[in-house]
């Protein structure tokens, strides 16, 4: 009998898993975990020099680091640090946006379909016939057409509106000599999340830094009524 309780007692010690064993079962874990999305390009975005150059912060000097497309949006953090993707907030930022690019979440011009030399032509589009409107609005075209368009002949990109009757307002949108329109070419930093400003050292040292401010200024009131008085 004391055998038996001996053995019910030890059991539960007998049958629990080793760390060796936990080891083991994280590490098939993570080796099951998919590897990362890969998307398409865009005809916007349509090299990995083009989208570190949109996303601004200076990564476009990183662009000779990845070879491909799939290269950049297969990395991982530990591999861009082995690259020398530096500082980390640069990494975060980078690894944010790619997976913002994944969600298809991309910034002015990204849903242009018809672009050339990394430049986009936009023209003022008319209602269809017999529509009950006469709003104008702009839309995406090749860059050999002239004048305004159909509406519903070319794509309607986001964020680009008309003013007047043929004034094309929008992120980058500059007017199109000669032509009329508008053209959107991919500038630096054209994607780029502004860093936050840190009033009085950010707000982990905002008290800190505005107590010694207000010490300094006591102290200078002091010694500016002493400099009266002598």
């Known amino acids: 009998m004391r055998a038996q309780s001996l053995w019910s007692s030890l059991r539960p010690l007998a049958s629990a898993p080793t760390t060796s064993t936990l080891n083991t079962q994280i590490r098939c874990l993570h080796k099951t975990r998919p590897p990362p999305t890969i998307p398409r390009p865009r005809p916007f975005?349509?090299?990995?020099?083009?989208?570190?150059?949109?996303?601004?912060?200076?990564?476009?000097?990183?662009?000779?680091?990845?070879?491909?497309?799939?290269?950049?949006?297969?990395?991982?953090?530990?591999?861009?640090?082995?690259?020398?993707?530096?500082?980390?907030?640069?990494?975060?930022?980078?690894?944010?946006?790619?997976?913002?690019?994944?969600?298809?979440?991309?910034?002015?011009?990204?849903?242009?379909?018809?672009?050339?030399?990394?430049?986009?032509?936009?023209?003022?589009?008319?209602?269809p016939a017999g529509a009950a409107t006469d709003a104008r609005w702009v839309v995406n075209v090749p860059h050999d057409g002239d004048g305004?368009?159909?509406?519903?002949?070319?794509?309607?990109?986001?964020?680009?509106?008309?003013?007047?009757?043929?004034?094309?307002?929008?992120?980058?949108?500059?007017?199109?000599?000669?032509?009329?329109?508008?053209?959107?070419?991919?500038t630096e930093g054209m994607w780029e999340q502004k860093q936050g400003r840190k009033i009085d050292g950010g707000e982990r040292r905002r008290a800190e830094t505005r107590f010694k401010k207000r010490s300094a200024e006591r102290r200078a009131e002091r010694e500016a009524e002493l400099m009266k008085h002598l």
């Open 45 to 127: 975005v349509p090299d990995v020099e083009t989208f570190l150059k949109l996303i601004g912060r200076g990564l476009s000097r990183h662009a000779s680091k990845f070879p491909t497309w799939e290269a950049l949006f297969a990395m991982t953090s530990p591999q861009l640090k082995e690259l020398g993707v530096e500082p980390p907030r640069a990494r975060r930022y980078l690894l944010q946006w790619m997976q913002r690019y994944r969600k298809g979440v991309v910034g002015p011009g990204g849903d242009f379909q018809f672009v050339r030399d990394g430049e986009a032509h936009l023209r003022v589009a008319l209602p």
């Open 148 to 186: 305004v368009v159909a509406a519903e002949t070319y794509p309607r990109p986001k964020g680009y509106s008309v003013r007047g009757l043929t004034t094309i307002a929008g992120s980058h949108a500059t007017e199109l000599p000669g032509k009329g329109g508008a053209v959107v070419k991919v």
